[in-house]
Antibody
């Protein structure tokens, strides 16, 4: 059974940093691109970032480029999101999501984690 | 302001059919596959349609997808009260080199 379990969400002050983790199991993690998708309270889905299978290529939404860094450790089956210079508008539930297709980024996600809440407030 | 445009809400009676539109451009829908997600309150999104019109295992054939040019459509027939949810379209945008979602459509089954 595929499982994605996010952790690391917390209350943080504006300008602060946080690192999210997503522990994957039930599939060959190294074969799939992965993404982070967030959802602000009462709002829609927003794609945040994606990473290719080996981690050599990364992609970001304009709203987080230069502040967030996506990475992965295939030996630990874990996806990460390093979040710096956090703003109030970054407040959201952050989901990690698995691509459906081996080795490709298509923004088609067949499995999602339940998410971890990040709250940016003073 | 989302890159993909969806109606904020749609409604229909039980047993009826509803369609949800998703409008984009040549850099996203026009040249990439579209997927559709259903999000029930308090839960993670669930993949309903991928590659424009394919259903994952376990998704009933009441749900269908289509694409024409720079627009895509999700169709739901035989509406049930349990279908009430938020629906999102998504795709890759080749110009932005980023994933994009629609703003979401709330389905009400009256």
């Amino acid at each position: 059974e595929v499982q994605l379990l996010e952790s690391g969400g917390a209350l943080v002050q504006p300008g602060g940093s946080l690192r999210l983790s997503c522990a994957a199991s039930g599939f060959t993690f190294r074969n799939y691109a992965m993404s982070w998708v967030r959802q602000a309270p009462g709002k829609g889905l927003e794609w945040v970032s994606a990473i290719t299978t080996g981690g050599s290529n990364t992609y970001y939404a304009d709203s987080v480029r230069g502040r967030f860094t996506i990475s992965r450790d295939n030996s630990k089956n874990t996806l990460y999101l390093q979040m710096n210079s956090l703003r109030a508008e970054d407040t959201a539930i952050y989901h990690c999501a698995k691509e459906t297709t081996v080795a490709h980024i298509t923004t088609t996600f067949d499995y999602w984690g339940q998410g971890t809440l990040v709250t940016v407030s003073s | 302001q989302s890159v993909l445009t969806q109606p904020p809400s749609v409604s229909a009676a039980p047993g009826q059919k509803v369609t949800i539109s998703c409008s984009g451009s040549s850099s996203n829908i026009g040249n990439n596959y579209v997927s559709w997600y259903q999000q029930l309150p308090g839960t993670a999104p669930k993949l309903l349609i991928y590659e424009n019109n394919k259903r994952p295992s376990g998704i009933p054939d009441r749900f269908s997808g289509s694409k024409s040019g720079t627009s895509a459509t999700l169709g739901i027939t035989g509406l049930q009260t349990g279908d009430e949810a938020d629906f999102y379209c998504g795709t890759w945008d080749s110009s932005l080199s980023a994933g994009v979602f629609g703003g979401g459509t709330k389905l009400t089954v009256l």
